[in-house]
């Protein structure tokens, strides 16, 4: 009996299919899993934090991948080597220290894109790369000794964790911020046109509120409210997380005449 075309040509088909199933079964599947968190004791010591921040850069970070240590020549990336004096001077004339530019470099690398270079760094706080807080604050010591020393500890506070541009910190009992970035705050006023609707230290008030006293009448926490909740279509948005600390602190510390 001669079985039918179609018939060989299904039968071919189920059978290949049963094959490669079966084959794909007996493959070992390997499984994916986020990250493992470096668990890091919050009395470690600075030279402690530094080693564990080296082999983060070397491993979970993937950091090496991009950035070379001492090359030069044609690179998709910065070398690192330096970086500690560089990062002291990248941002200085805005009040940033070597930590605050090292730390927006890992948290927001789009934010200053070094001259000769191009922006794709991922920010490495998030997804896939996902190094926590303690995390980068190790990485962070690592990187102040390739050209300087570490000198952060544990209890270091970015930007981003609780502190401000220029190495204070916000917050604390009084709810005032501790030190004022003025340099860094007037730049952030001017790079978003404060100044069109605000007196930055006038009492009179023409169009807008007057930003004169206003660290008197309103809280730090107040103020990074209404920034956040800036009406109109005027840039704001674009803020980052560091210019906006910046901002709120220079702000808070106008204290004088309230208008």
């Given at each position: ?107 927001e690398p789009d934010i200053y894109i070094v001259d000769g270079f191009s922006s794709g760094m991922p920010a490495i706080n998030k997804p896939p790369i996902g ?6 604050l190790a990485v962070i010591a690592y990187l102040q000794t390739l050209g300087g020393s570490a000198d952060v500890t544990m209890d270091t506070k970015l930007v ?100």
């Amino acid at each position: 009996m001669k079985i039918p075309i179609t018939l060989q040509l299904a039968l071919l088909t189920v059978g290949l299919t049963g094959f490669y199933m079966m084959v794909g079964q007996a493959v070992p599947q390997k499984e994916v899993h986020p990250p493992e968190v470096i668990e890091i004791a919050s009395d470690v010591s600075t030279a402690e934090m530094v080693e564990i921040g080296k082999e983060i850069y070397l491993g979970k970070g993937i950091c090496s991948t991009c950035h070379t240590i001492g090359k030069t020549g044609s690179l998709r990336f910065p070398d690192m080597d330096g970086i500690a004096l560089r990062a002291a001077e990248r941002r200085q004339a805005e009040g940033y220290t070597a930590v605050d530019y090292l730390a927006e470099s890992l948290y927001e690398p789009d934010i200053y894109i070094v001259d000769g270079f191009s922006s794709g760094m991922p920010a490495i706080n998030k997804p896939p790369i996902g190094l926590t807080d303690q995390e980068i604050l190790a990485v962070i010591a690592y990187l102040q000794t390739l050209g300087g020393s570490a000198d952060v500890t544990m209890d270091t506070k970015l930007v981003y964790t609780g502190g401000a541009i220029g190495g204070g910190e916000t917050g604390g009992a009084s709810g005032e911020v501790v030190t004022a970035a003025v340099v860094g705050g007037s730049t952030v006023l001017d790079t978003y046109g404060c100044a069109r609707c605000h007196d930055a230290d006038s009492p009179l008030d023409p169009a807008s509120p007057s930003l004169a006293g206003i660290g008197a009448r309103l809280s730090p926490d107040q103020l990074l409210s209404k920034l956040y909740n800036h009406p109109g279509d005027d840039g704001l948005d674009q803020v980052t997380m560091g210019e906006l600390a910046t901002l709120v602190q220079h702000l808070a510390d106008k204290r004088g005449e309230k208008g």
